[in-house]
Antibody, heavy 116, light 107 residues
Framework: QVQLVQSGVELKKPGASVKVSCRAS????????VTWVRQVHGQGLEWLGW????????RFSHKVQDRITMTADTSTNTVYMELRSLRYDDTAVYYC?????????WGQGTLVTVSS | DIQMTQSPSTLSASVGDRVTITCRAS??????LAWYQQKPGTAPKLLIY???TLEAEVPSRFSGSGSGTEFTLTISSLQPDDFATYFC?????????FGQGTKLEIK
């Protein structure tokens, strides 16, 4: 079955960077973009952007475009999302998901906490 | 950016009720709208895409309609498993924004 499995909990200090991984299985990895979305606890969903694994094409939200990088490794079917210059308000659960518009399925989520 | 506004924010209903959630877009998104269901502590799950197309294995009591700027998600007869939070999302142009969510609670 199609599955996306994300890396574990992260605790970072303000100003640091975090890199979250998302390993895909059960489908042709290169054929589908992977989208990243985050959710502050108890709040709504914020679209961050996507990457096309076959060519590395990316689209980002204006809000994070200066601080975010997405990469894909087709040899391991893994996508990475790196967010730099972390701030307290970057504390959230980060989700990856298959698809560039409609997202299905989603990974299990990775909690990133930014705290001094 | 296109703003997505859901109403109501919270909805209290009983098993067997018919409920409707509305999602309004700040500009025309044609039919490029999806609905997701999220239960506490879990990732969202796709229910409907392109306004009205049910994802595989989603029960037929869920339906979606609308076009342009106004859309609805209807659950024809609420089941205990349906109490959750629902989000709409447009995918007309970047950034693909979500509504703020509608929490469906047991009355």
């Amino acid at each position: 079955q199609v599955q996306l499995v994300q890396s574990g909990v992260e605790l970072k200090k303000p100003g640091a960077s975090v890199k979250v991984s998302c390993r895909a299985s059960g489908y042709a990895f290169s054929n589908f973009p992977v989208t990243w979305v985050r959710q502050v606890h108890g709040q709504g969903l914020e679209w961050l952007g996507w990457i096309g694994p076959s060519n590395g094409d990316t689209r980002f939200s204006h809000k994070v475009q200066d601080r975010i990088t997405m990469t894909a490794d087709t040899s391991t079917n893994t996508v990475y999302m790196e967010l730099r210059s972390l701030r307290y308000d970057d504390t959230a659960v980060y989700y990856c998901g298959r698809g560039g518009g409609v997202i299905d399925p989603w990974g299990q989520g990775t909690l990133v906490t930014v705290s001094s | 950016d296109i703003q997505m506004t859901q109403s109501p924010s919270t909805l209290s209903a009983s098993v067997g009720d018919r409920v409707t959630i509305t999602c309004r877009a700040s500009q025309n998104i044609n039919s490029w709208l999806a609905w997701y269901q999220q239960k506490p502590g879990t990732a969202p799950k796709l229910l409907i895409y392109k306004t009205s197309t049910l994802e595989a294995e989603v029960p037929s009591r869920f339906s979606g309609s609308g076009s342009g700027t106004e859309f609805t998600l209807t659950i024809s007869s609420l089941q205990p498993d349906d109490f959750a939070t629902y989000f709409c999302q447009h995918y007309k142009n970047y950034p693909y924004t979500f509504g703020q969510g509608t929490k469906l609670e047991i009355k």
